[in-house]
């Protein structure tokens, strides 16, 4: 039996998949395990890889599949619609770049990287700027070549969160930022979460392992399905549709460091793990946007596990497997996972005064890719920026803008999705709150089921068929406000500020 | 500039070792870390890649390339010259057999595999035996696709040791079999080595890695370029020209049990390491058979590893780790790891009885394919073969005839691999000792480069340059000739037997 159209690009999909879930395998041990001289025979493999999945998805025939599924004009939102929808998306925006151009930004990008990493240590701007330069002409280019209707931006963003436009995310980000300014402020002053403070150890890394094992399965990450291992740089990463692996740190001194990347992995691995398995490899079977992806990971990082309810139930457990802290209090652990403190570097900052970093990289890369600041000025109006922001003086720009991996693999528009992560976040546990006024109650007994389940049914099980702005709709009655977050810290931290 | 046959066919095959090494990646991965649900995507990912690897091998150019390859005759033995001799090989192998018979083969490997599980588990010989017959009919169709001057079995051996013939092994294996029987007889009457020993433990297992890895890194396995992993059943797999990686598996009892799995893989792993990295994905940059792979994990392991000579180096470092071992001295160590006792299962006999479980096989599995012995009456002659053999009565099948999975994934020719591997360990360390009279003291000194180096200039820098027996020839003046081996075995247990 012949397939049609939709069958036929189904089974490229497939068959892209299965690479693909290769490749992320090649990375993933990477990683974690390969021996150090492997590197560069690895390196080609994922070349190789990278390119065999691009010709397979840009070949001419899918293009006249997906225009063919167009014209099937399946029922809006069916399965059929959402995939042949979303593979229309991405197919323009793989095929809308001439092949020259997708080759420079990639030799372009690859020397830009290894021009970041030497900049960095030696904190020299000038050696990274040229490169800077040549990426932001190169996206103003791929940008034109994608289109957008408002802002060049625009069509950057839509590679990261589909649908979002960039003067909503301005309007979004505005209202945000006199309030946190504020509230970093009232802490500082008040001297309540800015108090440091260390917690008594030996907290062996075993005992780590599995008291954040432990945590995991409770909340409900599925380890017959997926796994913990170590790296240098915390992630998550599917490998198939019943394939998650997380990675996390340890340090010896704080087994709250460990603990933390782990319930954040675990936020991007139970959205994954609550994907339609029969749908892998498809729109419908893959997360939507990476600011949807990040509002998982901050709700199950910040909102529940940075709570107090959290350690009104998880300290007796911690006191097992970690006897120095049988004299610790759950208050104690609370304040000490929730110190607020202004500091330089954005993957070190603390749950208040992180979005303040993203809307800092956020306003400069759109003057930049607008042309509205040059690439000379940026260490100039970082330093001034972060200086209205935080209150401090920059030292150098190893700690400024030389500090992001971003923009020297030509990333620009990814920044914000992190800040509309913890946007989202907030909204969909108030909104789950509403639905379940048990829910801390839930929390303080160890309780995760109520809220996994809200979170299936309203974001998980849904894949690609909303865009964004919608699922955050559907799920919570309105698209991403900040208000939300905003009164979500001022309630944690306002009071004792 | 336009590249020439052979350049292409290099670059063909470059290809295919890309896609090979992550096809590897992913069956060590399946092995060592992979999550339980993951094994059916995982499945259909290796059939993939495996139907790719050869669409990509057996395409008519790369026929077309080789013809060139050959006619633009290469000097003898230069690099091209046996890469485009090894390529003509494994190309007709892969095209002389019709897609139904190689389509056939799959599905019935596949299906017995599954009856083998069952058969094994029930000892019942009859659930696997129609798909025994099965692959046998498809192997003989097979072998005479291929071609062959004397036997059909020659067909199949030569899948695994190129230019080796069955008669000629007949010869071999006839010698060695009634020296080991007498041998074996007269251990076991003397009490010698068949003597039932504990050693004190605890072994942790942490211990016992940082032990094994301190070995295997003295012998000269580099730890920067591979790994140690734990898995079921011990291997070692080459992922890349600068990436092996070894397996083993722990018993807190007795600490040798890892170590002689990391000696075994390890002399694989030191082959790997000894081929030319320019070369991998070539036969120049390949091992040249299973044999001559074998002759390398059984020297480390029995001739290095089982002698006085290692422990009187390592049992001051082995106390180290394990201060259980206080008042064990080396002689009873070297006793402890060199018993000797007729036993059913061929993966755990000892280096005297391991041969008669080959020569078992290799009797056997030429008669069922040459229909000198029904499938029906197998475990009658197995049975009766065995109690020839080692003088035990077999209590069922599941120790008998169904305790390898070699059969069921019709891997007839396979076996007597193993004996070749030990004959030409025995023959290349007498080489290796008559090259260098001092090699004895070197290993009592725990000093292994003067070993390696002559296994290196000898056997590994060859890759398939050498057929396995002018390889043997080159090596140590003739092919390979069962009298060393039964000289060793007589020398090393017959003084005490």
């Not at 909503?168 to 504020?182: A, E, G, H, I, Y």
């Not at 599925?222 to 394939?243: E, K, M, Q, W, Y």
């Not at 309810?309 to 457990?317: D, S, T, V």
């Amino acid at each position: 039996m012949a397939l049609n159209s939709y069958e036929k690009l189904v089974e490229r999909m497939r068959e892209i998949s299965l690479v693909d879930a290769a490749a992320g395998l090649l990375s993933w041990d990477q990683e974690t395990y390969m021996p150090p001289a492997a590197i560069e025979f690895r390196a080609a493999q994922l070349a190789y890889f990278k390119g065999r999945t691009h010709r397979l998805f840009t070949a001419s025939e899918v293009g006249d599949w997906i225009k063919a599924g167009e014209d099937a004009a399946f029922a809006p939102l069916t399965k059929e619609a959402v995939n042949v929808r979303e593979w229309r998306r991405a197919y323009d925006r793989a095929t809308k770049l001439s092949p020259e151009l997708v080759e420079e930004f990639e030799r372009s990008t690859s020397m830009a990287w290894d021009a970041w990493v030497r900049a960095r240590q030696m904190s020299d701007f000038a050696t990274f700027k040229p490169h800077l330069s040549k990426l932001l002409e190169l996206s103003r280019q791929m940008a034109d070549s994608w289109g957008y209707t408002d802002l060049p931006y625009d069509a950057l963003l839509e590679g990261y969160e589909p649908g979002a436009r960039t003067r909503d995310l301005q309007q979004v980000f505005t209202q945000l930022k006199p309030s946190t300014v504020r509230l970093v402020g009232r802490i500082g002053a008040s001297g309540g979460f800015s108090a440091k403070s260390k917690l008594p150890g030996p907290f062996p890394i075993a005992a780590q392992q599995t008291f954040n094992r432990e945590v995991a399965e409770r909340i409900g990450f599925d380890l017959n399905a997926g796994r913990i291992d170590v790296a240098a740089h915390p992630f998550c990463t599917g490998l198939g549709p019943s394939d998650c692996r997380l990675t996390t740190r340890y340090d010896e001194n704080d087994f709250t460091d460990s603990l933390y990347s782990v319930l954040h992995e675990c936020g991007h691995g139970l959205y994954d793990q609550g994907l339609g398995k029969e749908d892998f490899g498809t729109p419908m079977g893959s997360a939507v946007s990476l600011g949807i992806h990040e509002s998982q990971s901050r709700l199950w990082e910040n909102h529940v596990g940075r709570s107090r309810e959290f350690w009104e139930y998880w300290l007796p457990i911690a006191r097992k497997h970690f006897p120095s802290l049988a004299t610790t209090s759950a208050e104690q652990i609370y304040q000490h996972v929730n110190q607020v403190r202004p500091s330089f570097i954005r993957v070190e900052a603390d749950e208040v005064t992180y979005d303040l970093h993203i809307i800092l990289r956020f306003e400069l890369e759109q003057k930049l890719l607008h042309r509205e600041l040059a690439v000379e000025d940026l260490p100039a109006a970082w330093k001034t920026l972060f200086k209205e922001l935080f209150g401090l003086e920059l030292p150098d720009d190893k700690q400024g803008c030389l500090q992001d991996i971003h923009w020297s693999h030509g990333s620009f528009g990814y920044f914000p999705t992190y800040t509309l992560g913890n946007l989202n976040a907030s909204q969909m546990f108030k909104t789950a709150e509403r639905a379940n006024p048990n829910l801390k109650a839930d929390l303080q007994r160890g309780e995760y089921q109520s809220l996994l389940k809200w979170l299936r049914q309203n974001v998980h099980q849904h894949g690609h068929r909303y865009l964004p702005p919608d699922l955050m709709k559907h799920a919570t009655g309105e698209p991403t406000d900040g208000k939300y977050h905003a009164a979500y810290l001022q309630q944690k931290f306002g009071a004792g500020a």
